[in-house]
């Protein structure tokens, strides 16, 4: 941030904070009809979900996606704040865009605006930091931002909303695809996270979790499957911690047989009751049709109840794959990442999954270089991996986000070089 302010010379712009609500806003000044807008996707599975919110939303004041940078009225780029190389690109976009707009390659009145995670977290810095940027909306804004854009289309001002909901999950909106011909589709069942790993900053972006009810799921998978959609991906931060309490629970499933939080495995916050829970949603998602394939990700190795085990055995259609993010091989690290669970109960979790679903393909993340990783403890991650013979893994070296608690807490002494060399290692 600051190497971008000092490279453009930003200098104090006036900014508008949202949300401040008029007592009366005229319907037709939010609609834009015709004007066009152009949607650059950075970031994870959510990410395009979200995409397809904002879409839903701008559609309904008369906005039209356009795939032509230099056509639009609007370039919205929804990123990605996991990590710091995530941001890095961002900033070189906005770089890209600022000189495009110079030379004439893109209209010099075109509204710029940055979305989602890296929004949320930077807040007004981004207004400060460039000179280029006209709207920020966090991941609970997306309804303001016809709003937002209005404000900035009549009165050049910059505009902002990035508040934080205990309950948006736009499960009152339907998404409109952003790949209308494909067979495959994204489905976000819940958004933000409670789990506060040490590392992670999806907790102070996206907010506190909550879940959609299971009625505008089921609604949104039937009209996938109308679409000629085969594959359906059920998204969430932590997706297997899913629970409606909208309604009272009519589940098939006794709760007092399926643990919240497997035996062994920790976690951090109080667990809900009454309601659906992951289980519930599975089973009657995977009936919907049985010709459509279902997935989920990303879950927590904590809420795997043997119930959602034998479902995944028993449906066709569920994939007999299952995410498993371990991050690390050394219980000492797992404890400082505040995960919940040590290798010896991870693995008992792996070989029950395998009891149950012969022939289950498993994948995993791994986090290199966290704070105070020893060459001994790489060794253990390597050693894990190794054993557990995953079908495939995504590895990162470790990246420092503020307000995290490793940032709290924790130094992050691993030199860069090291993390290098340890995130080549493991690829390998």
Not at 232 to 253: A, E, M
Request: proline share 5%.
């Amino acid at each position: 941030l600051f190497d971008f302010m000092a490279s453009q010379g930003a200098k104090s712009r006036k900014v508008k904070i949202y949300p401040e609500i008029p007592p009366y806003i005229d319907p037709e000044s939010l609609r834009a009809d015709g004007a066009k807008v152009y949607l650059d996707v950075y970031g994870c599975q959510m990410n395009v979900s979200d995409t397809e919110v904002v879409l839903s939303v701008l559609e309904e004041q008369g906005y039209v996606r356009t795939l032509k940078p230099e056509e639009a009225d609007a370039w919205l780029i929804v990123t990605c704040s996991i990590r710091e190389g995530a941001e890095t690109k961002i900033w070189q976009k906005l770089r890209q865009i600022q000189k495009q707009k110079q030379t004439g390659l893109v209209p010099k009145n075109m509204s710029v605006g940055v979305l989602g995670c890296m929004a949320e977290r930077l807040k007004t810095d981004l207004l400060e930091a460039s000179n280029v940027v006209d709207i920020v909306a966090g991941p609970d804004s997306y309804k303001d931002l016809p709003r937002l854009l209005a404000v900035n289309r009549s009165t050049g001002q910059a505009a902002i909303n990035v508040m934080l909901s205990q309950d948006e999950t736009y499960s009152d909106l339907t998404p409109v695809r952003l790949s209308k011909d494909s067979v495959t589709a994204f489905l976000s069942i819940q958004r933000g996270c409670d789990n506060m790993c040490s590392y992670c900053i999806v907790p102070f972006t996206r907010g506190r979790e909550r879940s959609r009810p299971i009625t505008t799921i089921l609604d949104e998978v039937r009209g996938l499957s109308d679409q000629g959609v085969k594959e359906i991906t059920l998204l969430g931060q932590n997706v297997n911690s899913y629970r409606d309490t909208s309604s009272k629970s009519l589940s098939l499933y006794n709760p007092r047989d399926c643990a919240a939080t497997r035996q062994d495995f920790k976690t951090v916050y109080k667990t809900k009751e009454g309601g659906l829970r992951f289980v519930d949603l599975l089973d009657q998602v995977s009936l919907v049709n049985p010709e459509v394939r279902i997935r989920f990700t990303s879950p927590h190795p904590k809420d795997f109840p043997e119930e959602v085990l034998q479902l995944i055995k028993e449906r066709d259609n569920i994939c007999n794959q299952i995410h498993l993010p371990a991050q690390c091989g050394s219980d000492r690290v797992l404890e400082n990442m505040k995960r919940g669970y040590t290798i010896e109960s991870y693995l008992e979790l792996v070989q029950s999954i395998r009891d149950i679903i012969p022939g289950v393909g498993l994948t995993s993340d791994f986090i290199v270089g966290f704070c105070g990783e020893t060459e001994a403890e790489f060794q253990m991650t390597l050693d894990l991996i190794r054993k557990v013979k995953y079908n495939k893994c995504f590895m990162f070296p470790y990246s420092l986000r503020e307000k995290t608690g490793a940032h709290r807490k924790l130094q992050d002494d691993v030199p860069e070089q090291v993390k290098k060399e340890r995130h080549h290692r493991i690829a390998e």
